[in-house]
């Protein structure tokens, strides 16, 4: 593919969704696949609701997944620009002012909907006389404008649903200026994709009808319009709309809860195209096996437990060296490289690393249900420099003292050695608890560690 040139453009106007975060991975991939250029646009129209903290969240999510941008642009500083070019349609008579209130705009979509009529606004504000404008006027309303749509087919290929028609006949011309003269997102949007050379839009499937006006905005202004691909938005396992709980997770949320942002990264670029879901340790692999055309229509499931399973395998699969920094993050800078090989089977979450360090170095409460039997185990503990073979060699003679095997001999001794009933094979973390902390917890001291 030749020079392309996408952005995503969150409105900081909350933290940024898992939705959200999903549009912008595959835009960042498709991007980078195609060594494009990737740029992040704030899209900041609504000055009441847009937050600089909401801003400084979507960079540090986006981050912490592993996207870059490489400009950045914030609507809020380009409003000369939109004016110029908002002249420019108003002189065109594609943009006509309209003096309804919201209360005659509900009453009129009520009336349309009680006679089975399509809510489209009747362009009324078009017919209106010099003296009823006077009058409004006089009255103290302000107009807001509308975009006047041609009554045309509008026809696009999109890259994820194929060919899309609709007719601007049966879409409602966009206000795209508010009363108080400020320009709407649909407006900025379309300028600044222009402006920006933008070649592909990466989006949600709520904005398909806003597209087939951006469409006739784009060549209203002259401009060719970009590339579309429309991704349909997440369900929840079930198939319905993303529940509540699931609908206002953010990427905070799955930060907050421990997990890798491969994990998130690697079911969001796999999630609703036909290519498997595969735990991808690093964020290169996936966009060298990244590939936009595999999107469908289908509405993509999102399951939260998938996510954990794939947090599980990639910590699994995780060298020491790249494990080592969310180490360190978690205070856990003494945990070296064998430690590490012997607990990771065992974790889910990285912070269960810091469970099992603890389970090592405790303190421990050692659980001791049978003291004569952890006595006779204690007797019989190897001497020391302990190796990879003592554990079985200490198995076996407890064995052979008391009788005990399988369960009834492994079991109390793990717990009285870790506090646990289930963990690491003993002959490895036996290595990690050594034999003074051992032999403290088989005599139940109190002040073990
Ligand atoms: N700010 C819009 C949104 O978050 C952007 C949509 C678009 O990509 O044009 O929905």
Redesign the pocket.
């Known amino acids: 593919m030749g020079n392309i040139k996408v ?5 900081p106007t909350g933290m940024l969704h898992v939705g ?1 975060a999903r549009t912008a991975l595959i835009s960042w991939l498709f991007t980078r696949a195609n060594n494009g250029h990737f740029m992040l646009r704030i ?1 900041d129209t609504d000055k009441v609701r847009s937050k600089d903290e909401y801003e400084l969240a979507i960079e540090e999510g986006l981050s912490w997944m592993g996207m870059d941008w490489d400009s950045k642009a914030r609507q809020r500083d380009r409003s000369d620009i939109y004016e110029s070019k908002i002249e420019q349609l108003k002189t065109d008579g594609r943009l006509y002012p309209c003096y309804e209130t919201p209360e005659e705009l509900d009453l009129k979509r009520k009336s349309q909907l009680s006679r089975k009529l399509p809510p489209i606004y009747d362009r009324e504000a078009l017919e209106l006389s010099e003296d009823k404008i006077k009058s409004y006027k006089a009255q103290g309303r302000k107009p807001h404008w509308r975009f006047k749509l041609n009554h045309a087919p509008i026809i696009w290929n999109d890259i994820v649903r194929g060919d899309i028609k609709f007719d601007g006949k049966d879409l409602s011309d966009p206000v795209l200026i508010r009363e108080d003269g400020s320009p709407l ?1 649909h407006i900025c ?1 379309v300028i600044d994709d222009i402006d920006y050379d933008i070649t592909h ?1 990466v ?2 499937e ?2 398909v009808s806003n597209t087939a006006c951006h469409i006739q905005m784009f060549e209203a202004l002259g401009a060719k319009a970009p590339i579309f691909a429309h991704l349909p938005l997440l369900s929840d396992k079930e198939g319905g709309k993303l529940s509540k709980r699931i609908g206002s997770l953010s990427l905070k949320d799955l930060q907050d809860d421990g997990l890798e942002p491969m994990s998130i990264v690697s079911l969001m670029a796999r999630l609703g195209s036909s290519e498997p879901i595969e735990a991808f340790s690093d964020i290169k692999t996936v966009i060298d096996n990244f590939d936009i055309s595999k999107f469908s229509r289908g509405t993509p499931k999102f399951d939260a437990e998938e996510l954990v399973r794939l947090n599980t395998k990639i910590l699994h699969e995780m060298s020491f060296d790249n494990a080592k920094p969310r180490l360190i993050e978690l205070d856990l800078s003494e945990l070296d490289e064998e430690f590490w090989n012997i607990v990771r089977p065992n974790i889910t979450r990285m912070s269960d690393a810091k469970e099992w360090w603890n389970v090592a170095k405790g303190p421990v409460t050692p659980i001791i249900e049978d003291p004569e039997f952890i006595k006779a185990a204690l007797e019989l503990m190897p001497p020391t420099p302990w190796n990879k073979d003592t554990w079985m060699n200490w198995a076996n003679a407890v064995k052979a003292q008391t009788g005990r095997k399988g369960k009834k001999l492994f079991m109390p001794l793990r717990q009285a050695l870790t506090g646990m009933d289930h963990g690491p094979e003993l002959s490895e973390l036996l290595l990690l608890i050594g034999a003074d902390n051992a032999k403290q917890r088989l005599q139940n001291d109190k002040k073990a560690a």
């Open positions: 952005r995503f453009a969150p409105s959200n899209d997102y949007s839009v989006r949600g709520d904005h």
